[in-house]
């Protein structure tokens, strides 16, 4: 019962964190929803495979979120670079983070009887994930956004995922996925700012 | 010895000792050199047989287990990983000519250790992941440090970050269809999974316009070389798949849907390399056109698809080689690669654009050369299934014909007094005779092929009767 519960704290936690990343423009902010999120994240996991390898996803997540602030935090005069896309208020991308929810709703139940095993809070938890990460993939082109953004639907997925596959290779391989990404979003992030290196690589 | 570490931990433990260890000047040497030994090694040992050589007998084991899951490598896949060791190193032979990062053959090596590596995952569904991981290793390749990242970029990153999860659940839905066929909703929901997951892997319409951007804003020499390992290595899985479930493999419908995706791409790649003034973005399109065709092949009905899909992978190993490296070396002096400001260049590069416009004509099926056995089988079996398909696959090819006459006639339009002279360096010119020489050799000697190609069938022993 007392799981349950926490569990669908859990999941509040992530629609709270979701909707912050998507709204929230200030990057410290933003990963620190993300970190809270892997947290989130864990607990779900942890519903379907071991503890060890729960908090293996756990740890990958904090170092991506590590490197991405310490590489932001590196960029003192990056350049504010507005989003393209319109309309680009916060309410929009509320309302957008909204119909998520909604559908969430809509889903998890048909899910589960689909799939009976999964637990409620993990789909939803999980569906939340992916939907918020989608939507944040298809609203900005920043590269810190878009970083957050397929981090924040590859958690969804794992904690999915989980549920019907505990391989310790997939596990392992998702970290390093997990990790690969923050790292390649930290290299997009700095590529460009730093002075050519040799002629040869013209 | 175990062929995964040969043929996955050494070329992936040398890619990391070159990018960290070595002078840059050696890097593509050896990068090269290693990748043509493990192709030498694969020709020679046969995988899982005893040798005997004087007093010492030597076998290679054919699998590894890592995490208790196996990496294998059977005796069949011994042709395989000589083809595309043997390409790789061809490409890392290149980088010196092509004047690329000298970054490409060390983490050029680590991506075709990782892609070896999905072709011998048990359970192969896995493959998802290492292909992502492949595709996250290709990022520092496509970004120089000095460059600020493009939309192509960003959008090669999404796109194959978001195919893994597609396929991965698919993977696990389809044991339930298998479990229960006549389930007609896991079916179709497995189905669409696996389809959504390979076409942002194959770069399916309309999900190819990071092809084009990457073509423009990287160099045109790594971006050739992930247009042909990327594809090569998701055919090949998406021929496991095809192997492994059966419903997959008799489903009238899902061979309908991959034959139309196939065209679909053949046709608007040809019609859009046709209308392009940028020819970097036509080697883009008729990439895209390519594994239009491959995929074309995997939904025919016929027991010729994996001998028909391997007879077109390796003439596209060779001509995008070629391609990529003529476009590298004309991009030095053309730096945007537009057609204003290519007119003339025939007469200053006359080596790389003869190599260029014969590796175009290759891959538009023209006679003589490398691309034409692979598309007359292509013809063959599709104009006794359907005329339409016919049609749509020639006008797709017309327009890649209709691309490279365009691209001929700026490269020839200069002033008459011009003098011809030859500004390629004899590395330059090596690699691309040797190339040019291996494109007739296919074409007019496709029975050459054959040794490697005998045994690749035995790979997928359910697609072949």
């Given at each position: 019962?007392?799981?349950?519960?926490?569990?669908?704290?859990?999941?509040?936690l992530?629609?709270?964190?979701?909707?912050?990343?998507?709204?929230?423009?200030?990057?410290?902010?933003?990963?620190?929803?993300?970190a809270?999120?892997?947290?989130?994240a864990?607990?779900?996991?942890?519903?379907?495979?071991?503890?060890?390898?729960?908090?293996?996803?756990?740890?990958?997540?904090?170092?991506?979120?590590?490197?991405?602030?310490?590489?932001?935090?590196?960029?003192?005069?990056?350049?504010?670079?507005?989003?393209?896309?319109?309309?680009?208020?916060q309410?929009f991308?509320?309302?957008?983070?909204?119909?998520?929810?909604?559908?969430?709703?809509?889903?998890?139940?048909?899910?589960?009887?689909?799939?009976?095993?999964?637990?409620?809070?993990?789909?939803?938890?999980?569906?939340?994930?992916?939907?918020?990460?989608?939507?944040?993939?298809?609203?900005?082109?920043?590269?810190?956004?878009?970083?957050?953004?397929?981090?924040?639907?590859?958690?969804?997925?794992?904690?999915?995922?989980a549920?019907?596959?505990?391989?310790?290779?997939?596990?392992?391989?998702?970290?390093?996925?997990?990790?690969?990404?923050?790292?390649?979003?930290?290299y997009?992030?700095?590529?460009?700012?730093?002075?050519?290196?040799?002629?040869?690589?013209? | 010895?175990?062929?995964?570490?040969?043929w996955?931990?050494?070329?992936?433990?040398?890619?990391?000792?070159?990018?960290?260890?070595?002078?840059?000047?050696?890097?593509?040497?050896?990068?090269g050199?290693?990748?043509?030994?493990?192709?030498?090694?694969?020709?020679?040992?046969?995988?899982?047989?005893?040798l005997?050589?004087?007093?010492?007998?030597?076998?290679?084991?054919?699998?590894?287990?890592?995490?208790?899951?196996?990496?294998?490598?059977?005796?069949?896949?011994?042709?395989?990983l000589?083809?595309?060791?043997?390409?790789?190193?061809?490409?890392?032979?290149?980088?010196e000519?092509?004047?690329?990062?000298?970054?490409?053959?060390?983490?050029?090596?680590?991506?075709?250790?990782?892609?070896?590596?999905?072709?011998?995952?048990?359970?192969?569904?896995?493959?998802?992941?290492?292909?992502?991981?492949?595709?996250?290793?290709?990022?520092?390749?496509?970004?120089?440090?000095?460059?600020?990242?493009?939309?192509?970029?960003?959008?090669?990153?999404?796109?194959?970050?978001?195919?893994?999860?597609?396929?991965?659940?698919?993977?696990?839905?389809?044991?339930?269809?298998?479990?229960?066929?006549?389930?007609?909703?896991?079916?179709?929901?497995?189905?669409?999974?696996?389809?959504?997951?390979?076409?942002?892997?194959?770069?399916?319409?309309?999900?190819?316009?990071w092809?084009?951007?990457?073509?423009?804003?990287?160099?045109?020499?790594?971006?050739?070389?992930?247009?042909?390992?990327l594809?090569?290595?998701?055919?090949?899985?998406?021929?496991?798949?095809?192997?492994?479930?059966a419903?997959?493999?008799?489903?009238?419908?899902?061979?309908?849907?991959?034959?139309?995706?196939?065209?679909?791409?053949?046709?608007?790649?040809?019609?859009?390399?046709?209308?392009q003034?940028?020819?970097?973005r036509?080697?883009?399109?008729?990439?895209?056109?390519?594994?239009?065709?491959?995929?074309?092949v995997?939904?025919?009905?016929?027991?010729?698809?994996?001998?028909?899909?391997?007879?077109?992978l390796?003439?596209?190993?060779?001509?995008?080689?070629?391609?990529?490296?003529?476009?590298?070396?004309?991009k030095?002096?053309?730096?945007?690669?537009?057609?204003?400001?290519?007119?003339?260049?025939?007469?200053s590069?006359?080596?790389?654009?003869?190599?260029?416009?014969?590796?175009?004509?290759?891959?538009t099926?023209?006679?003589?050369?490398?691309?034409?056995?692979?598309?007359?089988?292509?013809?063959?079996?599709?104009?006794?299934?359907?005329?339409?398909?016919?049609?749509?696959?020639?006008?797709?090819?017309?327009?890649?014909?209709?691309?490279?006459?365009r691209?001929?006639?700026?490269?020839?339009?200069?002033?008459?007094?011009?003098?011809?002279?030859?500004?390629?360096?004899?590395?330059?010119?090596?690699?691309l005779?040797?190339?040019?020489?291996?494109?007739?050799?296919?074409?007019?000697?496709?029975?050459?092929?054959?040794?490697?190609?005998?045994?690749?069938?035995?790979?997928?022993?359910?697609?072949?009767?």
């Open positions: 019962m007392i799981t349950d519960i926490v569990s669908w704290i859990a999941v509040g992530i629609l709270a964190t979701t909707t912050t990343i998507l709204i929230n423009r200030d990057w410290r902010v933003s990963l620190g929803a993300l809270l999120q892997y947290l989130a864990f607990w779900l996991v942890t519903r379907h495979l071991p503890f060890a390898m729960g908090s293996a996803k756990l740890i990958a997540g904090w170092m991506v979120v590590a490197a991405l602030g310490m590489t932001r935090l590196g960029l003192t005069n990056l350049e504010h670079e507005e989003d393209a896309f319109w309309p680009r208020g309410w991308t509320a309302i957008l983070m909204g119909i998520v929810a909604l559908i969430t709703a809509g889903s998890t139940p048909r899910i589960e009887a689909a799939i009976p095993g999964l637990g409620l809070p993990v789909i939803a938890g999980g569906i939340l994930l992916v939907g918020a990460g989608v939507v944040h993939l298809g609203v900005t082109s920043d590269l810190l956004r878009v970083t957050l953004g397929l981090l924040t639907m590859l958690a969804g997925f794992e904690v999915l995922y549920a019907v596959e505990s391989s310790i290779l997939v596990t392992g391989f998702l970290a390093i996925i997990n990790l690969g990404l923050g790292i390649s979003g930290s997009l992030l700095i590529a460009g700012s730093s002075p050519l290196e040799t002629e040869e690589e013209i | 010895m175990s062929a995964p570490i040969l996955i931990a050494i070329p992936f433990i040398m890619g990391v000792f070159i990018l960290f260890f070595l002078r840059e000047r050696f890097s593509a040497l050896i990068g050199v290693t990748a043509g030994i493990l192709a030498l090694a694969a020709l020679v040992f046969p995988i899982d047989t005893a005997l050589l004087g007093l010492i007998s030597l076998k290679i084991a054919p699998s590894i287990q890592f995490f208790g899951r196996s990496f294998e490598l059977n005796t069949a896949d011994g042709p395989l000589a083809i595309v060791y043997g390409l790789s190193a061809l490409w890392f032979l290149g980088t000519a092509s004047g690329t990062s000298n970054r490409f053959a060390s983490l050029g090596l680590m991506i075709i250790a990782l892609l070896t590596a999905s072709i011998a995952v048990e359970p192969f569904l896995y493959a998802a992941l290492l292909l992502e991981m492949a595709a996250m290793l290709a990022i520092p390749l496509l970004v120089p440090p000095y460059q600020k990242p493009g939309r192509g970029a960003v959008r090669f990153l999404i796109y194959q970050t978001l195919a893994m999860p597609f396929i991965l659940f698919s993977g696990w839905m389809l044991a339930g269809v298998e479990a229960s066929p006549g389930d007609l909703s896991t079916t179709t929901q497995a189905g669409t999974m696996l389809g959504l997951g390979f076409a942002f892997l194959l770069a399916v319409f309309p999900l190819y316009n092809i084009p951007m990457l073509m423009e804003e990287s160099s045109p020499y790594v971006t050739g070389f992930l247009l042909w390992a594809p090569t290595f998701t055919v090949i899985f998406a021929l496991g798949f095809l192997d492994r479930y419903w997959l493999r008799t489903s009238s419908q899902l061979s309908n849907a991959i034959q139309f995706a196939g065209v679909l791409m053949v046709a608007s790649g040809g019609i859009f390399a046709s209308l003034r940028h020819i970097g036509i080697l883009g399109y008729a990439a895209i056109a390519e594994t239009g065709l491959l995929i074309l995997m939904g025919l009905r016929s027991s010729e698809i994996v001998t028909i899909t391997f007879l077109t390796i003439p596209r190993g060779l001509e995008l080689t070629i391609w990529a490296l003529a476009l590298s070396i004309i030095r002096k053309a730096y945007s690669l537009r057609f204003n400001e290519l007119q003339g260049l025939a007469r590069y006359p080596v790389a654009v003869a190599a260029l416009i014969l590796a175009h004509l290759s891959m099926g023209f006679p003589l050369l490398a691309g034409f056995p692979p598309r007359l089988a292509i013809w063959q079996a599709l104009a006794g299934q359907s005329l339409v398909t016919s049609f749509w696959v020639f006008f797709g090819m017309l327009g890649l014909l209709v691309a490279a006459i691209t001929l006639a700026v490269f020839v339009m200069a002033n008459e007094d011009k003098k011809w002279s030859v500004n390629e360096s004899w590395v330059q010119v090596t690699m005779g040797l190339g040019v020489i291996g494109l007739f050799i296919l074409g007019i000697f496709p029975q050459a092929l054959h040794p490697l190609l005998a045994n690749l069938p035995s790979l997928f022993e359910h697609l072949v009767p």
